[in-house]
């Protein structure tokens, strides 16, 4: 209930201007709310206040993504990841743009370093992006997902089984095999 809370959060905006953390709050409020220039200033008013926020740096980020500036919001996720290589909510966000600007390369090398880190995260993604192209039956684009994650993990049995079934309601029978 973004709107009830709007009010709340812009007086403690005011009452608590020197706080990077209420503004990044109310950022994350606004961009909820879908006013996203006025999020992209509170986070600029939260980074001002500290230029080292990590939470602030990455909200940021993704809102900058959001709104189609891809190239800020790489530099932003690059940089967090200087300062905290271990950070694997900005190794995400860096590995599924890498992914979404077809860096396909670059993302399964972000999504490896994810899935040593936590195996499930980086190849559950591409799996259920696989599962939900096949019930579009948009099987070609199914393939491409399930493969990238058994590139990922090589060893990940539910990939190959998704191959498979893939490939049978393709109609390549042989290959399901």
Do not use: C, W
């Not at 709340?8 to 990077?20: Q, T």
């Not at 006013?35 to 990455?58: G, I, S, T, V």
């Not at 019930?135 to 399930?146: L, P």
Request: aromatic share 10%; proline share 3%.
């Amino acid at each position: 209930r973004g709107e009830d809370a709007l009010p709340f959060m812009e007086k403690a905006a005011v009452l608590g201007s020197d706080m990077p953390e209420v503004h990044n709050n109310l950022a994350v409020l606004y961009a909820d709310l879908g006013r996203k220039e006025e999020a992209l200033e509170e986070f600029r008013k939260a980074l001002d206040l500290d230029a080292d926020y990590p939470e602030a740096r990455l909200n940021y980020g993704r809102l900058l993504e959001e709104s189609g500036r891809l190239d800020q919001a790489e530099g932003i996720y690059t940089s967090l990841l200087e300062r905290d290589p271990d950070n694997v909510k900005v190794r995400s966000s860096l590995a599924l743009l890498y992914d979404r600007t077809g860096r396909t390369g670059l993302a399964v090398q972000e999504f490896r370093v994810l899935s040593r880190r936590n195996p499930e995260l980086a190849e559950n993604y591409f799996v259920e992006r696989g599962q939900s192209a096949g019930k579009a039956r948009e099987y070609g684009n199914a393939e491409k997902f399930f493969l990238r994650a058994v590139d990922i993990n090589p060893q990940l049995s539910q990939g190959y089984a998704e191959l498979g079934t893939n490939s049978y309601l393709a109609g390549e029978y042989e290959r399901s095999m």
